[in-house]
């Protein structure tokens, strides 16, 4: 039941939205990458060391704040991009159906208007015919 309930959820999505989500999966993906690759080079290159001593970690913790944190920051930068540029396609999209509901809206209150107008000719109809036939 979940997953139909996650495949409908995928198929109403907008092309914006699709975008959107593979861009952030990208994105993470390199983050995690490159949070690897930086546990890696730091392994090469202190192979020798014991791990156990305090300066290797305050080393190790300088490294990765020093390598990750302006590409995490770079990455969060870009989301938050991507994350306007769909706000803006939704608020467009939500512009334009309004203004469909509004012409709806306006062709129905003519029609109404007709409709009142019968009425109003039907009512008036008997009467009209009562009075040519006394």
Do not use: H
């Not at 993906?29 to 690897?36: D, L």
């Not at 060391?49 to 300088?62: K, N, R």
């Not at 107008?117 to 036939?133: D, G, R, Y």
Request: net charge negative; aromatic share 12%.
């Amino acid at each position: 039941m979940e997953d139909r309930i996650n495949c409908e959820s995928e198929d109403k999505k907008s092309p914006s939205e699709r975008l959107f989500d593979s861009n952030a999966k990208v994105l993470i993906w390199i983050a995690i990458g490159f949070f690897v690759f930086s546990i890696v080079i730091y392994g090469v290159r202190f192979w020798g060391y014991q791990w156990g001593e305090t300066e290797q970690f305050s080393q190790f913790g300088d490294f990765l704040g020093g390598t990750l944190n302006p590409l995490l920051s770079f990455i969060t930068i870009l989301l938050l991009v991507l994350s306007i540029r769909y706000q803006l396609e939704e608020l467009r999209l939500t512009r334009f159906e309004i203004g469909k509901q509004l012409e709806e809206q306006q062709a129905n209150n003519d029609i109404q208007l007709k409709i009142a107008e019968l009425n109003e000719k039907s009512l008036i109809l008997p009467a009209l015919a009562e009075s040519i036939t006394r």
